[in-house]
């Protein structure tokens, strides 16, 4: 509570006397200010979320132990309970804050907790925070529900900060021993780094009972027919001068080349704009987004250093060791990245984040067919157009074979794990509170 003080005192003059000195939830003598319209087009939610997502492609800004879906996730938790709580028409998600006033600002409360967690997570973006914070607040009237929504805002966000303090997240990274047989891991040329993220399967899950709750079956034997295909498939399309590859493969390999996280933030903002969603609706799409795709990046991270096998690289490079003679070493071969991302090779992270975005896109919306364009986090001025979110996701995917740094069952197995996370959130979390019964049964 000295903290939430603190915050309203540096608030000044956009708070009335007597918040800076209450304690309590409800309004002061029970009264009820005046109305507020709760369903007007969500700005809060989604600038927020633009102003992370600008953070996160920060040079430096982001620690490189911590994976960004974390931020996401605590982010936009925090938002939606703050916001949950004047709305009262679904299930918090962890932070419940009795007594508030239903007539208190969404937009205020979604800008404090966004504010409040941020400035938490970023300290060294606290100037541009502020900013932020400053040009959110001016959008909203001045009175009492702006200031009764900025303290719930702050009230929850510093109740979530407090519960994911101890997650495992800012543990150090366990150490890694490459193994040397056929199939293992190996570190990858050109610059042979150390895997990262080595820790990220016993961060506390959001939503998942354990890191392992739908963990894939093991990958398919080198002498399997499944093997031999994906391997060849790859040897094909995936090298850096293929003779097979398409022009527009070689594109989508390069599009979704950036952070996939980042991709279907986009892709929500774009759906939420269209769909003209309110602040109550975008706060629990994007925290219903956030929290599948975290916890599925603790699911694939549980997965990859279970199996820790090897990237098509190094197979290619090595086939003359798999004891398969459907595979044929090629000792220079190159994926058309020119590197290959530094972790082990299934299941397939792109698969699982994409497959996943798009499942709990479809439920929210309660339809597959949407008709946008996606820009892309590395190629500037390139944007690809779908019809479906399935398609953009099916898309996403596959770039990762022709880009050269995965194979096909890697990424199948990736868009089953990603399903089952998204079904299980959808299910479970965030239900409407007529429903959070039967949801506690499932």
Do not use: C
Request: aromatic share 8%; no cysteine.
């Amino acid at each position: 509570m000295v903290q939430i003080l603190m915050m309203l005192a540096l608030l000044g003059a956009m708070l009335p006397a007597w918040v800076a000195g209450s304690t309590a939830t409800s309004m002061p003598g029970g009264g009820e200010p005046s109305a507020v319209t709760a369903d007007q087009p969500d700005t809060q939610v989604i600038q927020w979320n633009r102003t992370l997502l600008e953070i996160l492609r920060t040079p430096g800004a982001q620690p490189p132990t911590v994976h960004p879906t974390r931020s996401l996730a605590v982010m936009h938790a925090a938002i939606y309970d703050a916001v949950n709580a004047i709305d009262r028409t679904h299930r918090p998600y962890v932070v419940h804050v009795s007594r508030v006033s239903r007539q208190a600002s969404q937009a205020a409360a979604a800008a404090a907790a966004a504010h409040r967690v941020l400035v938490e997570l970023y300290p060294a973006q606290q100037e541009r925070l502020d900013a932020q914070l400053q040009d959110s607040l001016a959008q909203i009237p001045e009175g009492l529900p702006k200031s009764l929504g900025i303290r719930t805002g702050l009230i929850v966000a510093e109740r979530l900060l407090a519960l994911r303090s101890h997650d495992e997240s800012d543990a150090p990274l366990l150490p890694f021993e490459p193994g040397t047989d056929p199939g293992d891991y190996q570190l990858t040329p050109p610059n042979f780094a150390p895997p990262v993220f080595t820790h990220w399967p016993d961060v506390t899950p959001f939503t998942l009972i354990h890191a392992d709750q739908f963990r894939p079956v093991p990958p398919p034997a080198l002498t399997s027919d499944s093997y031999s295909d994906s391997f060849n498939e790859i040897k094909a399309l995936g090298i850096i001068d293929s003779a097979t590859r398409s022009a527009d493969q070689t594109e989508l390999a390069r599009f979704w080349g950036g952070a996939i996280q980042n991709y279907w933030n986009e892709i929500a903002q774009t759906a939420a704009v269209a769909q003209s969603l309110t602040t109550a609706q975008s706060a629990r799409l994007f925290a219903l987004l956030n929290l599948t795709i975290a916890d599925g990046v603790i699911g694939f991270y549980d997965a990859k250093y279970t199996y820790q096998f090897w990237r098509p690289v190094t197979a290619i490079r090595a086939a003359d060791t798999d004891d398969n003679p459907e595979t044929m070493a090629d000792p220079t071969w190159t994926p058309l990245t020119g590197t290959t991302p530094p972790d082990p090779s299934y299941p397939g992270a792109h698969a699982v984040v994409s497959a996943a975005g798009a499942a709990v896109l479809t439920f929210f919306f309660d339809r597959d067919d949407s008709s946008f364009a996606v820009s892309s986090e590395v190629l500037p001025e390139v944007e690809r157009s779908f019809t479906s979110f399935t398609a953009a996701a099916d898309e996403a995917t596959f770039s990762r074979i022709v880009a050269g740094v995965h194979f096909r069952f890697d990424l199948t197995a990736g868009q089953a794990l990603g399903r089952d996370i998204a079904e299980y959130v959808v299910t479970h979390v965030l239900v409407p509170r007529h429903l959070a019964r039967d949801a506690d049964n499932r």
